[in-house]
C-alpha cells in the first residue's frame, strides 16, 4: 500500500519554527515529485512548495518566499518543510503529496498524506 505520513506539526507561536517531515512507505519516492499543500478551514487548499525528484528545482508559494525551505533525502526516503517565521495565516492543515513535476504543480497528485495540523498562535 502506498502511504505518505506527515509528521512535525503542532502549535507554535508567531515568528516560530517547525519542520515538517514527510515519510514514505510501500514505495520509493526517488522517481516522485513531492509537494506540500495546505488547507486554512474554510479555505480552498494550496500549494505550498514543491520539490523535484532530484532535489534539483524546488518552487514556493509567494507567501512562504523567504521562510519555508523543501528538501528532501532519497536515501531515507523522506521529504521535509522547514518553516521559518511562522504567521497566524500559516495555521492551516499540511499535506504532503508524490507525483509527476507537472502534476504537483497544477495542484494534484497521485498520493496523498492525511495531513497534520499546524497552529500558529499567542
Known amino acids: 500500500q502506498l502511504q505518505l505520513v506527515e509528521s512535525g506539526g503542532g502549535l507554535v507561536q508567531p515568528g516560530g519554527s517547525l519542520r515538517l517531515s514527510c515519510a514514505a512507505s510501500?514505495?520509493?519516492?526517488?522517481?516522485?515529485?513531492i509537494g506540500w499543500f495546505r488547507q486554512a478551514p474554510g479555505k480552498e487548499r494550496e500549494g505550498v512548495s514543491c520539490?523535484?525528484?532530484?532535489?534539483?528545482?524546488?518552487n514556493y508559494a509567494d507567501s512562504v518566499k523567504g521562510r519555508f525551505t523543501i528538501s528532501r533525502d532519497n536515501a531515507k526516503n523522506m521529504v521535509y518543510l522547514q518553516m521559518n517565521s511562522l504567521k497566524p495565516e500559516d495555521t492551516a492543515t499540511y499535506y504532503c503529496?508524490?507525483?509527476?513535476?507537472?502534476?504537483?504543480?497544477?495542484?494534484?497528485?497521485?498520493?496523498w498524506g492525511r495531513g497534520i495540523q499546524v497552529t500558529v498562535s499567542s
Open positions: 503529496a508524490a507525483g509527476r513535476l507537472s502534476t504537483i504543480v497544477g495542484g494534484n497528485a497521485d498520493v
Open positions: 520539490i523535484s525528484s532530484s532535489g534539483g528545482s524546488t
Open positions: 510501500g514505495f520509493t519516492l526517488d522517481y516522485y515529485a
